[in-house]
């Protein structure tokens, strides 16, 4: 046995193993599971095991749902949905501080069945996991309490279907479940296939503090349980997982009510400045990649470093990364612990190898691994190009690459060289330097000199392929909750596109006008070459330009190099704003007459200068907040622009529903691609004229006049459109949400409303995402 000199000469350490007699002695008492479904659990069926990653062997035998469990499930939750949504707020407050309670009780049985059933180390799962978790339930109890106040007229969904993996079993459950059941929906949730035991115990506690039945439901299985409850009765989807899962399920709901939200794959950059505090960012990078052995969405799996300290920093690192120790995730000493599944340890060793092949060189430390069990030990593949399909592809193991930048400007570049958007790291001791990265980088979630920093008031979720919606805080709430309903209003019918103009009966003794589109701030003649006959009361009005997938693919082109709007301050968009609605109101009588001719209310002009008052009012006020996470952090909560949007407009009110859509999506800064009303869009087309006279930069807003569904399918197809608004008929809604799945772009599609009351914070809400930035504050 080793003396403390010894001891204190090689720093070794001895190991300190966690008791798991409790979690075995539970498990063999109450395995083989069935469902929980209504209060209590069904009967085992249809069993598979579910095994320690640690060491290979089965820990149960878990019930593999099917479409009848599922289908039992949600009808529960709907049989139990009207008396627990009507339950005053107070009294869901108490279950859910009940369930924290509960779940503080068990906070070392948990800890230690999470480590079992996926194989990360008990100092994750009792330090961050485990706490983190009742965090949310605690934090959604004030929710609960304060819904009236906060989110007034809004709704619960109804019945929810959540969908988590298997890297954070106990924390994505709470994630979910708590905001769902604050705001006042039941649920059907599905654990990960490969770690459904920390649900199952849940479902225990969700007895143990009484909740009435029904209200939580949940139902293990494999992917196809998952789709199941996808196909089911529910209101609302909310998933955690793959990309390419994601975009299966955007296509599977697209034709349906159900509200979605997604959080999904990425390959997130570590930014490292020259001005870093080096030691710091190699403590960041163990955090970020070697956390839960890499095994996280927002691990930060590309490191770029300036080449000035490049080889300082790898140096650094390769000292670090033989430090660290993989072994029993029982043991308090182990930083890394087992992969979670056989299946995911040969994913991660082909990627590494896909890596190494591709130029890369692989730097490991020398160590034993385990003989049982899944392990890998924690690398880095530098010299990895962005082309390396190491550096595209996310491979959720211990592995980081390294790629070396020279200016701010390229490692911007490199940084949103990824379809994903989920998170950044950016290390500098220059504040100004890293809050400039940070608004340049496409992510919903920033650190500054700290990564994998969580809280329950703080939203989570990504940009691009990273999927939409937050989960957490304020808008992670407003993601279980339903806005107040819109009354419908029938639309004019379609032109018919295929019908030729007439030249006698468009025939005038005037000077001929030419109406075009409007793509990059100048008028500009289809690609087509065709036009369409508008008509209004039997009589033909006179010709648009009919537009095309090409003058769709122009006009993004133009808005994309519009991106200068968005970095205006608010005061400066708002007076554009203020000019369009001055050169407007100046030219009211022509525009009025138009309507006039059109069969259309005269008085949608006045409305609409109105309306971009409103909006001009809401560019510099429509503020983010400052969150009051647990950690010496300042969490802000940023609106930003989408980007580039598509704007499907109605084709009734074709002056007030364009610019009702248009100029809240411009006064948040946005670039926006429009499509105006079909049957009469001359007055969309009238419009530009008065952009032109208003300062509105070429390229901000560009119309495309035509057939609205084609145009919208090319638009919600389109890779460089990062979201999308469609006003339209059923067909037309489930077209654009299912086309939209190529870049998982986010959809707003409702029906035509009356749209002189149709202004508000939730357009504002729906123009912007939230990035969370956190930056260190205070010691």
Known sequence: MPTVNDILDSMDYGPAPEAAGEVTAWLTARAPFGHFIDGSFTAPADTFATDNPATGEALAQVSQGSAQDVA???????????????????????????????????????AV????????????????DVPLAIRHFYHHAGWAELLTDEFPDHTP?????????????????????????????????????????????????????????????????????????????????????????????????????????LELGGKSPFIVFPDADLDAAVEGVVDAIWFNQGEVCCAGSRILVSEAIARDFTDRLRARLGKLRVGDPL?????????????????????????EAAGATLIQPEMQLPAKGCYFAPGLLVGAEPANPASAE?????????????????????????????????????????????????????????????????????????????????????????????????????????AMPSPATLASSGIDRTPKLYIGGKQVRPDSGHSYTITAKGRELGLAPLGSRKDIRNAVEAAHKAGAWGKQTGHNRAQVLYYIAENLAARQGEFEARLKEAGHDASEVAATVARAFYYAAWADKFDGAVKSTQSAKITL????????????????????????????????????????????????????????????????????????????KTLAQHDDVAA????????????????????????WAFENRDWRDAQGRELLNRATQIKTIWVPYGE
């Open 157 to 261: 969904h109804g019945v929810c279907g959540q969908i988590i993996p298997w890297n954070f079993p106990l924390l994505m459950l709470a994630w979910k479940i708590a905001p769902a059941l604050a705001a006042g929906n039941t649920m059907v949730l599905k654990p990960a296939e490969y770690t459904p035991l920390t649900a199952l115990a849940f479902a225990e506690i969700c007895a143990e503090v009484g909740l009435p039945k029904g209200v939580v439901n949940i139902v293990t299985g494999d992917g196809a349980t998952g789709a199941a409850l996808v196909a089911s009765d529910v209101d609302k989807i909310a998933f955690t997982g793959s990309t390419d899962v994601g975009r299966t399920i955007r296509r599977a709901t697209a034709g349906t009510p159900k509200a979605l939200t």
């Open 637 to 712: 909560a940023m609106h930003e622009p989408w980007g580039v949007m598509g704007v499907a407009c109605p084709d009734a009110s074709p002056l007030l529903g364009f610019a009702s859509l248009v100029l809240p999506a411009i006064a948040m800064g946005n670039r926006v691609v429009a499509v105006p009303a079909q049957s009469m869009p001359l007055l969309a087309t009238d419009l530009y004229q008065v952009f032109d006279t208003s300062d509105l930069p070429g390229g901000v807003v560009n119309i495309v006049t035509g057939p609205r569904d084609d145009l919208a």
């Open 724 to 747: 999308m608004w469609y006003c339209g008929d059923a067909q037309g809604r489930e077209m654009v949400k299912g086309e939209s799945a190529g870049n998982l772009k986010a959809i």
């Open 72 to 110: 039992l499930a949600v009808k529960a939750a709907r049989k139990a949905a009207p008396k627990w949504a009507g339950l005053a707020g107070h009294e869901r407050a108490k279950y859910l501080y009940a369930i924290a309670r509960h779940l503080q009780k068990r906070a070392r049985f948990l």
């Open 394 to 498: 996310e491979i959720f193991g211990p592995v980081a690459t390294v790629t070396t930048f020279r200016t701010p400007a390229e490692a911007v570049q490199l940084a949103n060289n990824t379809r994903y958007g989920l998170s950044a790291s950016i290390w500098s001791e220059n504040i100004t330097l890293a809050l400039d990265i940070a608004a340049q980088v496409k992510a919903g979630v920033v650190w500054v000199n700290c990564t994998n920093q969580f809280d329950a008031a703080a939203g989570f979720g990504g940009m691009r392929e990273s999927g939409f919606g937050r989960e957490g805080g304020r808008e992670g709430m407003a993601a279980y909750l339903r806005a107040p309903e819109v009354k419908s209003k029938p639309e004019a019918s379609a032109p018919d596109f295929k």
């Open 331 to 355: 043991d308090k000493c182990t930083d890394l612990g087992a992969i979670v599944h056989p299946t995911q340890l040969t994913r991660i060793r082909d990627l590494v190898s896909a890596g």
């Open 113 to 128: 069945l999470e480590v079992l059933d996926n194989g990360k180390p008990i100092r994750e799962t009792r330090d961050i």
